[in-house]
């Protein structure tokens, strides 16, 4: 199992003492399952207009998007093995970007990832 992730930066991400606080970030897990390599994608949001109040942070919110969607709000490119592998598609819709209505798909904390 291979875990990488990092930041979603966003030109109005709010900035604290000089350093832009982006309001987003993505992990993406690659595994194998019975021989079978997989990909999940996931977006960790959380809400950051208190922030100027108090340093009291919103939990994160989870989010599983496609490896297609995690590459357009990154603007990074994942190898096309890892595009291959993305088993997104076995989930209801659930894309998440500013011309979709739809909501992303969220899991509880109970249920299972991968």
């Known amino acids: 199992m291979s875990v990488f992730g990092g930041p979603v930066f966003q030109p109005d991400d709010q900035v604290y003492r000089g350093v832009g606080l982006p309001s987003e970030y993505w ?3 690659v595994f194998k399952e019975d021989g079978v390599l997989k ?7 959380q809400d950051l207009d208190q922030l100027r109040v108090a340093l009291a942070l919103d939990e994160f919110r ?14 990074l490119d994942f190898d096309e093995s890892i595009q291959t592998a993305d088993d997104s ?6 894309f998440w970007c500013c011309t979709c209505s739809q909501s992303p798909r969220t899991r509880s904390a109970s249920e299972e990832w991968f």
């Not at 989010?63 to 969607?69: D, F, K, L, P």
């Not at 598609?89 to 659930?94: A, N």
């Open 39 to 45: 990909a999940r994608a996931f977006l960790l949001t």
């Open 62 to 75: 989870v989010y599983q998007v496609s490896v297609g969607e995690l590459e357009q709000r990154t603007q």
């Open 27 to 29: 992990k993406l897990i």
């Open 89 to 94: 598609s076995c989930l209801p819709p659930r």
